[in-house]
């Protein structure tokens, strides 16, 4: 099952978990030291919450969350041969997960979108985590 990716900054962790706990009617998937994320069934959401500061209420980053490495590389194949700028990182460690996925850069408004799959999950970041060392509101990383 394929899902749209949503990622916000937010102000305040624990309201924004309650907030949106009750909006979906489900408790979050994954809750770590300024990171929250939902796996909603309906819709198909992965909701990503980023505790950032003061840019409350802003994206973070867009993605698309796929099946397995599979489907990144046929992803990757196709919008590379439709032109797209991409940017790869595999065995990544972002947001409490280990991901292979990458990039697309160039979207006519700036925005990056990252199309992604987990291929394992962590209880702890490392220290390179940009997701757990201050990510800011013109960063991006995880799912």
Known sequence: MSRLQLALNVDDLETSIAF???LFGTEPHKV???YANFAVAQPPLKLVLIENAGHGGSINHLGVEVE???VVDSELSRLAAAGFATTE???TTCC????DKFWVQGTPDG???EIY???DDLTAAPADD???SGVGADQVCCA
């Open 96 to 99: 409490y997960a280990k991901q």
């Open 117 to 119: 799959t987990i291929t």
């Open 20 to 22: 949106y706990s009750t």
């Open 111 to 113: 925005e990056r979108w």
């Open 32 to 34: 770590r030291p300024g």
């Open 130 to 132: 940009t997701a757990t």
């Open 89 to 91: 990182e595999r065995d």
């Open 68 to 70: 397995d490495v599979d």
